[in-house]
């Protein structure tokens, strides 16, 4: 059973530009949950989805980024018109359910250029 | 707001000695407290949980307390190994979203020969 698979590992945008990073939760998993970590900081709470539903986006700014779970296929964290601010490593993890243990992927390491 | 904190400064200890790590929180009493282990460029390992109405927990070498009236949660980590050099993190959850994660900024732990 392969853990949870983010990719891509590493990303260089330049301002402006689209980031798509994508999320393949453990299997049997229907929960995920992504978590941004800037430079020396801890990680916070951006957005938790189940299949084809937002749940939680409290953590997520109000613009340019987005996020989706479809019914078939990876959970995409989109960022728009990216800036030199949003260079983050961002984390996905996934669950069971919500009341079960949550593991994480080895995170996307986005650089705005 | 509902902070958790941890000492931001690593803390160096000798090989075979207990590693004791601190999370401070403020306002209400979360309803779980987990601690996770991070390594450079890696995703969060999760360690333990503990529950509100549990006062102690633990797993091999590792052990977790949690004390609501010092509004604290103590990490140890008897025996400790170089191995054991990481960040540990703590994050506390709301009852009502259990993997939605309030982290603290970790501690970083440097076991020496």
């Known amino acids: 059973n392969a853990g949870v698979m983010q990719n891509p590992r590493h990303l260089v945008r330049r301002r402006g530009q689209e980031a798509r990073l994508r999320c393949s939760p453990m299997k049997g998993h229907s929960h995920v949950y992504w978590y941004r970590q800037l430079p020396e900081e801890g990680l916070k709470f951006m957005v938790y989805l189940q299949k084809e539903n937002i749940i939680d986006e409290s953590g997520m700014p109000k613009e340019r980024f987005s996020a989706e779970f479809p019914k078939e296929g990876p959970s995409i964290l989109r960022i728009q018109q990216v800036v030199r601010g949003d260079s983050a490593a961002y984390f996905c993890a996934s669950s069971r359910g919500e009341g079960d243990e949550a593991f994480f992927g080895q995170g996307t390491r986005l650089t705005v250029v | 707001s509902q902070k958790i904190e941890q000492n931001s400064e690593a803390l160096n200890i000798q090989e075979g000695k207990t590693a004791t790590l601190t999370c401070n929180y403020t306002n209400y009493s979360p309803a779980y407290l987990q601690w996770y282990r991070q390594d450079p460029g890696r995703g969060p390992v999760f360690l333990l949980l503990?529950?509100?109405?549990?006062k102690e927990k633990r797993k091999e070498r590792l052990k977790v307390t949690f004390d609501t009236t010092l509004k604290q949660s103590l990490f140890h980590i008897t025996a400790s190994q170089p191995a054991d050099s990481a960040t540990y993190l703590c994050a506390r959850s709301p009852q009502d979203n259990f993997n939605k994660f309030y982290f603290g900024s970790g501690t970083k732990l440097n076991v020496k020969p």
């Open positions: 503990i529950r509100e109405n549990e």
